[in-house]
């Protein structure tokens, strides 16, 4: 396995989505990590820039064709490319990480997209409410009553999440890949959670 985690964007992807994970994973509350446990890096359908839905544009380390076939996790970041015909490309992709019992993360219309691969049939999970993850999964997507009215939900190694669960996105990936002790996950959780003023009052 190597330390690599793959943040798997299309375009118009949502870049606030990736912010807590990633920024755990390079550095810790004071200053980018010396020797990090793990390495970010950003794999899309090419190697030209990828832009999010800001408006930013980021340069992708990986094309779908050159990304590498052993990593520690891959994460299906969500926006509106999951609605187009691009994503096809990626249902290898996943469904082989899947196979392999890699640790897979899918937030927003990722996870609606991981219903319409089959892909939540077995375990556990949540995403934009049941009624977006029926309608994206169609006939494909059978297990109902797996779904849990949570911000996110870790089960086999996949972790999903709704659009408003970054941070909890984040804390659930953290944990499965052991980036810290779960008691500074949980530190990194509750600061970004409570903020700094009502974890510090009065100091």
């Known amino acids: 396995m190597t330390n690599e985690i793959l ?4 375009p118009d992807f949502a870049g606030h989505e990736m912010v807590y994970l990633s920024e755990a994973i390079a550095s810790d509350e004071y200053s980018l ?25 980021v340069l992708p380390d990986y094309s779908f064709d050159t ?53 939540l049939n ?14 994206w999964g169609g006939e494909a997507y059978t297990n109902t009553e797996g779904y849990r009215q949570r911000q996110a939900v870790a089960d086999h190694n996949i972790v999903t999440a709704n659009g408003s669960a970054a941070l909890e996105f984040a804390r659930e990936l953290l944990l499965l890949l052991g980036n810290d002790t779960p008691e ?12 700094f003023c009502s974890l510090f009052a009065g100091e």
């Open 122 to 135: 077995h375990i556990n999970h949540t995403g934009n409410g049941l009624e977006q993850l029926k309608l």
């Open 67 to 119: 990304m590498p076939d052993d990593y520690a996790a891959l994460v299906l970041i969500g926006g509106f490319g999951w609605a187009t015909p691009v994503a096809d490309k990626v249902v290898p992709i996943v469904s082989e990480a899947v196979a392999r019992g890699k640790i897979v993360g899918a937030i927003c219309n990722a996870a609606s997209f991981m219903a319409k691969c089959g892909l």
């Open 7 to 10: 943040y798997l964007l299309l």
């Open 184 to 195: 500074r996950i949980e530190m990194f959780y509750q600061f970004n959670k409570q903020g």
């Open 33 to 57: 990590k010396e020797n990090p446990k793990y390495v970010n890096k950003i794999v899309a359908p090419t190697i030209e820039p990828i832009k999010a839905i800001g408006g930013f544009s």
